[in-house]
């Protein structure tokens, strides 16, 4: 059985950072691309960032570039997202997502290229 854990959400003021973590078991980890959503009231999800199973091919939205960061520790089935500078409009949940039928991001990694998703860590980000 595939579980998809994140953590580290939280209340955080206007130019303050967080980190999340995302923890999969029941699935090949190293083998597996893996990506942070978010998704805000009233809005879709979308896509923040995505590694490639070795790690070294990351992706980011452009809203997110040179303030956020991901990296994964693959002996720890452990996927991080390091979030610096935050904003009021960061403010979402974020979903941790993982394709472990192909290693690599896509360009836009859509929603559909994952298979497992986390229930979600709710950032917000005060004014």
């Known amino acids: 059985q595939v579980q998809v854990v994140e953590s580290g959400g939280g209340l955080v003021q206007a130019g303050g950072s967080l980190r999340l973590s995302c923890t999969a078991s029941?699935?090949?980890?190293?083998?597996?691309?893996m990506a942070w959503f978010r998704q805000a009231p009233g809005k879709e999800r979308e896509g923040v960032s995505c590694i490639s199973w070795s790690g070294r091919s990351t992706y980011y939205a452009d809203s997110v570039k040179g303030r956020f960061t991901t990296s994964r520790d693959n002996a720890k089935n452990t996927l991080y997202l390091q979030m610096n500078s935050l904003k009021p409009e960061d403010t979402a949940m974020y979903y941790c997502?993982?394709?472990?039928?192909?290693?690599?991001?896509?360009?836009?990694?859509?929603?559909?290229?994952?298979?497992?998703w986390g229930q979600g860590t709710q950032v917000t980000v005060s004014s």
């Open positions: 997502a993982a394709d472990p039928v192909f290693g690599y991001c896509s360009g836009s990694w859509p929603v559909a290229d994952f298979g497992y």
């Open positions: 029941g699935l090949t980890f190293d083998d597996s691309a």
